[in-house]
Nanobody, 124 residues
Framework: QVQLVESGGGLVQAGGSLRLSCAAS????????MGWFRQAPGKEREFVTT????????YYADSVKGRFTFSRDNAGNTAYLQMNSLKPEDTAVYYC?????????????????WGQGTQVTVSS
């Protein structure tokens, strides 16, 4: 059974940093796409970042480019999201997602597996 488990969310002041982790189990994701999405209250789930496979190209939403960094361990089953210079508008539930195959995908419907989400709250 595939599971994705996020951790590392919390409350931080504007300008601060947080590091999210996503531990995947149940299958090997080294050759698969993994990404992070977020959903604020009353809004649709939106793309944050993705990588096509371990060591592959990484892409970011314009709203987080230069502030967030996505990385994966060598095995590809643990993903991290380093978030710096956080803003109140970054407040959302952050979700880790994975596909059964590799490639660049930006829409939530294109991902097969999801974590339960972790809350990030940025105070002004």
């Amino acid at each position: 059974q595939v599971q994705l488990v996020e951790s590392g969310g919390g409350l931080v002041q504007a300008g601060g940093s947080l590091r999210l982790s996503c531990a995947a189990s149940g299958r090997h994701f080294g050759g698969s796409a993994m990404g992070w999405f977020r959903q604020a209250p009353g809004k649709e789930r939106e793309f944050v970042t993705t990588s096509a496979w371990t060591g592959g190209n990484t892409y970011y939403a314009d709203s987080v480019k230069g502030r967030f960094t996505f990385s994966r361990d060598n095995a590809g089953n643990t993903a991290y999201l380093q978030m710096n210079s956080l803003k109140p508008e970054d407040t959302a539930v952050y979700y880790c997602a994975a596909r059964a195959s590799g490639g660049l995908y930006y829409r939530p419907t294109e991902y097969n597996y999801w974590g339960q989400g972790t809350q990030v709250t940025v105070s002004s």
